[in-house]
Structures are given as C-alpha cells and as structure tokens.
C-alpha cells in the first residue's frame, strides 16, 4: 500500500513540485558536501565558522580588523573560509619559508573571479605562471630604471609645487590676506595626498595627468581653476573606477561564481564590477593606441621616460633577446598594476606617517632638525643623494609602515608539500599572511606597540628579522615599486615639513582607517601654516 501511495503522489506532482525538489536536492548535497569536507579537512585549526556558499566572507569586512580579532581570538594560526580555505599566520617564524627569495610562490591560482576579471597570469601582481610572470617583471622593473627614477624626481616636485600653491590660494582666501605668508588652513590630508598621488602615478605611468588635484582644489575652492570640464570630471571618474576596480577584486575573488552569477543582488553588484572594468580598459586600451600613433608619427618620442612608453619601445631593446613583444593585453594590465600597487599605497602611508608626527612631537623635532641640515633654504630641491642622507626620515618611514602596512596582508599558495608552522600541508593549501600581526608579535619586537623610530637606527637596524617586518612583501615576489615609493615619501616628507607647520585638528580622534586589500586614511584632518 505505501509503494501505490507512492506512486499516486509522484502522479500528482506538477512541475513546480519537481523543480522545488531537485533544487532542495542540490542545496541539500551541496551542504553536505561543504560541511563533509570542512570537518574531515587535514590539520584543522580554529578560526570563524563558516557557512555554505559564502564562507567566512560575512566576517571579512575589516580585513585589518578581522586578522587582529582572528589573532586574539584564535592564536597565531587559525583558519577562514573564503572562496577556498586560508591558513592565517601571524607568527613571523611561521612565515619565513614563504618569503624565500630563491623560490616562486603562487598568490591565489586558478581563481575563478580573477579569471573572469581579465586580470590572471597578464602583468605581475596577479600573474601565477612564472615565466610569464618573469617576462612581466623584466620588462616592468626595466621601465623603473635610473632614467625613470631622475625623471620621477622633477615630475613629483612639480606635482608637489602645484598642490601647495592650492594650499596658499586655499589659505590666504580664507584668511582674507593677499600676499601674506600669515595664513591657516584646515584641510584633509587624505583627500590631498591621493589625488597627488594619482596624478604622480599617472604621469609616471603613461607620462598624461588625471588632474585629480585639481578636481580636488575645485571642489574646495570657489575659485575654479580653468581646465575644461571634461578633463577633470574623467580625471575624477578614473580615480573613483580605480577604487571600485580594487573593491571589485575581493568582490570577485571571494565570491563563488555560482552566487555572482545567479544571486541577484550579488549579480547586479558583479555587472557594475565588470562595467567598471570594462571603463578602465578601454581607457589604457586608448591610451595604447595613441601613444603607438604618437611614437610611429614623431618617433623622437621614444625618449620619453614613462612606463606607456617604456613598455611599448622595449620591444624592440629585447627583440635580440628572444623576448617576443609585449601584447596590448599585457601592457594595458602593467599600466593598471602600476595604479592599483602604487597609487593608494604610497598616499596611505603617507598619511599615517603624518598622523605619527603629530602625536610625537620629540620625533618630529627631531626629524626637523635633521631635514634643516640637509635641506638649506626653503625653496631647495633635494637630488637623489641628497634623500639617501635622510636616515632619520627613513626611519620614521619604516617604524609607521611596521605600526601600519598600508598593505597588511599577503596570500601566498604552495604548489609541493610542505612543513610550515609545525604542519605538514598537503601541495594545493593556501596561506594569508597577516604581516600586521607579526610587525607588533612580542616574539620579535621591544615594546611592540609603541612608535620609535629610533629602534632602526640602534642595533636593531641590519639586525632585523625579516619576516617580522613585510611593509614591502618579501622573497621573490618582493614589491617591485619599492625604491620609487620610498624616495617619493622622502621627498615629500622633507619639503611639507621644511616649508609648513602641520597638526591634527582633533588632537585626542582616532585615525580613520579602513582596510579592504589595502589600509585607507578615510580622513585626515590637518591644520597647516607656513612655517616662516
Ligand atoms: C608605500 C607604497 C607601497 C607599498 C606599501 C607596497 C607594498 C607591496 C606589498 C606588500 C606587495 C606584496 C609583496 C608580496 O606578496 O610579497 C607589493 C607587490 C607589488 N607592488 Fe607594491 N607597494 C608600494 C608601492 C608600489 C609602487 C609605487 C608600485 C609600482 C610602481 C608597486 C607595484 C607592485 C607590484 C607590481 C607588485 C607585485 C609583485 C609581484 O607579484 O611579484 N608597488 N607591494
């Protein structure tokens, strides 16, 4: 009797019922599935409890905040569930094997969002192929040659110059003074420090301007400056695209392709992603063209130092090498790396060495003191040695970026098997490193927490454990903008400081960060003065 009951009810189903059915079947399966291999997984560790199709992604808002809790919460070694499972390691004697600089390690291979966003095995920074990644890196660390770093120097002064004399016209107006070095002006510093840094990343990179500064002196002024439209809302849209498009990579590298593509508010969120993507290529893709146009017309262009015209003219430096051409598809996604590594970066660490400043006034007399005997008079450029005298400097440099990484976390994957943190880990496992934790792990470090950059100018300087201080990465994937960034840093540090008094406007705030792949200064409220 139940087999005909059976039967009779099959009978009476409709389609919906059938579909109802098998759809509860799959998610049922896929359930049982994820939570069959989360508890049956080798060496578990603790961390958050993952749920099935998202993972740990609900927690993952703050990554920052989110490894410092991990930590605490869960030791030196945890785990998370994202689009595949991550061991999380903060213990800089855990790391060390990852960071070695005789062997390549892949980031996340294989990932469908990257795959999807155009971005995997292209340029550098997503290239998991190592000779292609090789091929990229020549190419990319010739275009930062001695010729690019001299020429970098004039076009960051430059950049520099105009952006205080929008502090001065900003100043003097509202201190109703004309001509009179006796202004104030509060300001923020973050807004500043990354449009000036998008535009120095732009010039270096395809040797044109976003005008992001400008846009910025415009939206603060009611004294316009005349540029058309056109140009400063596209330096503006370039610059807002270039923060979506590194929101768009968390977005798409820990979403599953199944929630991107069928969940619809997920779906309409990876549109936009892609649109967006779609802005930015076509963008360089434009960018490529004309300035092939440009250097085939007035081939004496080929002197230019960016890295547009670097990437494109070295083709034929290697051709004898063997090295084929580099295609478009890879140009246009170096030019992007070059944005994306170092545009949002250098800007942040800029601002947290600031806010440094201003809460150690010993520090930045000292550092004062060390600028005025380098740099005589107000109005002196400093040349490339003239920078490499600032020890002081550097290490206020070195000791915020240890206290904040702009970058505070990397990932890297093992492709053989291998012993890391006590563990034997099968070849395939993923690893996010929390450099952030192991900058301040009292394992490595005296008073950890606490800013002195003097730390790097004692014996602690040479004596430094390496993988307890990763502001830059480290082994061979080591960041490869790294000379270019410090000796912009150093730059600005000494003219801001030489030439303008600098203080919090609200002494006792905390530091408005918020960290996605990169730690952002949302805010920096300065009051700055001519310092006469
Ligand atoms: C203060 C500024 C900067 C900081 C804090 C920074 C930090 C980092 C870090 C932590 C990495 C990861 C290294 C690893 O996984 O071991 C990295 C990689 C990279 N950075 Fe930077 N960076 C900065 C500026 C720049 C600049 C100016 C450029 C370009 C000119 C750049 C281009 C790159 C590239 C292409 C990679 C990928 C390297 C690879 O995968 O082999 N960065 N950076």
Known sequence: MPVQNLIESIKSTTTTDLFILFTATCIATYVFNFYYKYFTRPNPLPGPFPLPFIGNSHNYRDVKKFYEECQQKYGDICELMLDRRYIILSRPEDIRKLFTPTQFFQR???SPGIIELGMYNHAIIFNENYESWNYNKRFFTEAL????IDASMISINQIYEEMCGYWQSLGRHSASMNNNNNWTLETDFSGWFHTFSNDVTSVLATGTRTHAITSFYNTLSINKVELSNALIQDGT???????????????????SPFVRHYVPIFKSKSDSYLKNRDYLFNKFDNMIKQRRTEIEEKPETRTKTDMLTSLITAHTVVEGENFKPMSDANIRMNLLEMFIGGSDTTADTFCFIVYFLCKHPDVKEKMLAEIDSIVPTFSDKLSYND????????????????????VPFAFRHIMTECKIAGYQWPAGTSFHINFAGGHIHPVSWDNPKTFNPDRWLSNYNGNIDKAAWMPWGGGKRICPGKNLAIIELLLVMSSLYKNYNVELVNEHGPLKIHTQIIAICTE???RISPRI
Do not use: M
């Not at 040659?145 to 690019?148: A, D, G, L, V, Y």
């Open 108 to 110: 996340i291979p294989d």
């Open 145 to 148: 040659s001695t010729r690019f």
């Open 237 to 255: 849209d370039f610059c807002k695209a270039l923060v979506k498009f590194l929101e768009g990579f968390l977005f798409f590298t820990f979403f």
């Open 387 to 406: 920078l490499k005298r600032l020890k002081y400097c550097d290490a206020i440099i070195k000791e915020a970026s240890r206290l904040i990484p702009a």
């Open 524 to 526: 920096l409220k300065v």
